[in-house]
């Protein structure tokens, strides 16, 4: 297993540290073949600050929602610690997992998936508090509807059903039952990526204010860099289940140092007429997760590929302010 340093934030404390997180999967391969495993997260550490935002990006397969679970304490991790107020909770017994659990929330991308059609809104707020406290009818009630005006829905809207609200207001009601616990860490997977463009921002924009007001932290997955440029304090460039580049926002965006994120973000129209446009046009597709490339994972398609890229993984380095995966960059 190789040693990768957490990349060090500026604040002295952490909600959150990943260390060296890593999920496999075995994937049967039909009836005559032998299963092959797929490394979904390689080798993931960062460390959350309280009230900050974590952006983790990549392309589709790269590990981001097999991240995002394992942080959640959905699924747990294959190997790595997950630390919660300096407790592990990766292999935690149940008793400890059960208290960390309300500490870590999670929205989905489809606010569909995530409410039961069958349950008024109010009831799916509320039903956090009944499982995990042992407040009154009449607290869980004023808690909820607390949570439903934080996020922009009304006191009437307690007795409706999901089915009644646009997506947008749908995904305020996943965020408001997410909350309403009060946890400090929030994992947002593509929140807005299934919204219509209209809506987008203004959820965004409530995501902004939500933590203000109640200081949580996020982990926020995304495919979208404008998104990512407009939310994050820190972003986590991951490729094929390994992180490739971290740093703060700032140093990613305007001096991206591993040539994926420089393709990433070359790909990104960005509101910047300043920026002078170097569009690097990847070659190739995402390798197969079941037979990654020798060496660094992205050299099959790398333009500044070098011979020591196809024999060598590249360790997790700093460079300026981030940490960068690769033999080549400056
Ligand atoms: N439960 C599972 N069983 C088998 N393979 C899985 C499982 N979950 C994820 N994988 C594989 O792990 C890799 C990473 O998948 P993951 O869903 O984490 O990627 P992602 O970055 O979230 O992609 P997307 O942007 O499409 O959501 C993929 O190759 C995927 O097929
Ligand atoms: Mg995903």
């Not at 609200?165 to 909350?179: D, K, P, T, W």
């Not at 309403?180 to 463009?197: G, M, Q, T």
């Amino acid at each position: 297993m190789n040693e990768i340093a957490p990349f060090e934030s500026k604040a002295a404390d952490s909600v959150m540290e990943a260390v060296n997180l890593a999920q496999s999967y075995a994937v049967a391969r039909g009836m005559f073949a032998k299963p092959a495993t797929v490394k979904a997260v390689n080798g993931i550490s960062f460390r959350l600050a309280p009230r900050s935002t974590l952006a983790i990006v990549g392309e589709s397969g790269s590990g981001k929602s097999t991240l995002a679970r394992m942080l959640t304490m959905i699924e747990r991790p294959g190997t790595g610690s997950l630390l919660l107020d300096d407790v592990d909770v990766a292999d935690a017994d149940k008793a400890t997992l059960r208290r960390y659990r309300g500490e870590v929330q999670m929205v989905f991308q489809n606010p569909y998936g995530s409410l039961n059609p069958r349950q008024t809104v109010g009831k799916a707020i509320e039903e956090p508090l009944l499982v995990n406290t042992n407040l009154s009818a009449a607290e869980r009630h004023a808690r909820a509807v607390d949570m439903m005006a934080r996020v922009g829905l009304r006191p009437e809207h307690h007795g409706r059903y999901p089915h009644m609200f646009s997506g947008g207001q749908r995904q305020r009601i996943a965020i408001a039952r997410a909350l309403v616990l009060r946890p400090k860490i929030l994992v947002l997977d593509e929140p807005v990526s299934a919204l219509d463009v209209s809506v987008r921002a203004q959820v965004l924009n409530l995501l902004v204010e939500l933590q203000q007001g109640l200081g949580v932290a996020y982990v926020f997955v995304s495919h979208d860099l404008g998104v990512v440029r407009h939310m994050a304090d820190e972003v986590l460039v991951m490729y094929l289940g390994r992180a490739v580049e971290h740093g703060p926002r700032d140093a990613i965006f305007d001096a991206p140092r591993h040539p994926y994120t420089r393709a990433l973000l070359s790909a990104t129209p960005m509101a910047d007429p300043e920026a002078k446009k170097e569009r690097i046009v990847l070659e190739g597709e995402l390798p197969s997760p079941f037979n990654p490339p020798k060496g660094c994972p992205f050299n099959p398609r790398c333009p500044l590929v070098v011979e020591r890229c196809r024999q060598e993984m590249p360790p997790l380095e700093r460079k300026g302010e981030q940490l960068v995966a690769c033999w080549v960059a400056q």
